[in-house]
């Protein structure tokens, strides 16, 4: 799988511009290293190929909310409801290509976020508890451990059946997440792929095979276009200015097993400003 940027490094590059497109790409061999520049120019009207145009089919796009431009969170759905006059228990989720794990919190979570919506698993007919506790840190400090089971998860118009889950109880953070929880979007490390089930990203290929194996960002920074998270086909001619894919420096792609790359260079048109990487 080839790396791109961590989410968290785009929302800090992001700065009311034109949008950016970041994607991650499974199952291809990028070609050698060339030259990338990003054209960022502060815009008045749609860029050509706006979120008015024609969706392609594989192309399945969910609407990102916006937090001061610093994070970003979507819907999911998770489970089915035993009753059926009760709604699908919905949560906000950070979507995070830092890490694998999709947690939401659970009903007896006491140190989750304030307001934060709990999952009910009594009240999900498909859910299955699993048994096995998880405990796992992110880079920030953050601490987080649960119960694991399997049941559906559903984010825009695509829904998968066996979903690997955690229902966090316990949480130890200093940080101001806006969020229920985080969808990961990278792969398991090493050291995790004993104690972990699926990710969402292998259960969401596995029980949709005509999905391209694809993801991307699509980010504008404002709420008259709102960003969009892609699964499938990126659809550049709806969503970039670019027609082909430009490749970063693939050097790190062997020195780790995060989703990391480079980039050449970046440039702002028209004051002749560019700063350059080693």
């Not at 499974?26 to 990338?36: E, F, H, L, Y």
């Not at 990003?38 to 969910?62: A, D, I």
């Not at 840190?137 to 889950?165: E, H, M, P």
């Not at 979007?185 to 292998?202: E, I, P, W």
């Amino acid at each position: 799988m080839l790396p791109c940027w961590s989410f968290w490094d785009a929302m800090s590059f992001q700065k009311r511009w034109v949008p950016l497109l970041l994607a991650c790409i499974g199952g291809a061999v990028p070609p050698s290293p060339r030259r990338i520049e990003f054209r960022l120019e502060q815009s008045t009207t749609k860029p050509p190929g706006s979120l008015n145009g024609r969706r392609l089919r594989n192309s399945h796009l969910c609407t990102l909310a916006n937090y001061d431009n610093v994070q970003y969170h979507l819907s999911i759905e998770v489970g089915t409801p035993c009753d059926l006059n009760k709604p699908t228990q919905k949560f906000q989720v950070v979507p995070d290509t830092g890490s694998s794990d999709l947690w939401v919190p659970a009903r007896n979570c006491t140190r989750c976020k304030d307001k934060a919506t709990k999952f009910q698993i009594d009240q999900s007919c498909t859910a299955r508890q699993l048994g096995d506790r998880i405990t796992f840190r992110y880079g920030d400090g953050t601490l987080a451990a649960g119960g694991s089971f399997l049941d559906s998860v559903k984010i825009g118009d695509l829904k998968v059946k066996n979903q690997f889950l955690i229902q966090v109880d316990k949480m130890e953070s200093n940080t101001h997440m806006k969020s229920d929880g985080i969808l990961g979007l990278a792969h398991h490390y090493v050291s995790d792929r004993g104690s972990r089930g699926r990710t969402f990203m292998s259960t969401l290929y596995e029980e949709h095979p005509d999905l391209p194996h694809m993801f991307s960002f699509y980010l504008t920074g404002n709420t008259e276009e709102p960003s969009k998270l892609v699964f499938g086909d990126p659809n550049l001619a709806l969503h970039s200015k670019e027609s082909e894919f430009r490749y970063g420096k693939s050097f790190y792609m062997s020195h780790t097993d995060l989703w990391l790359t480079s980039v050449w260079s970046i440039g702002w048109s028209g004051t002749g400003v560019e700063g350059s990487f080693p």
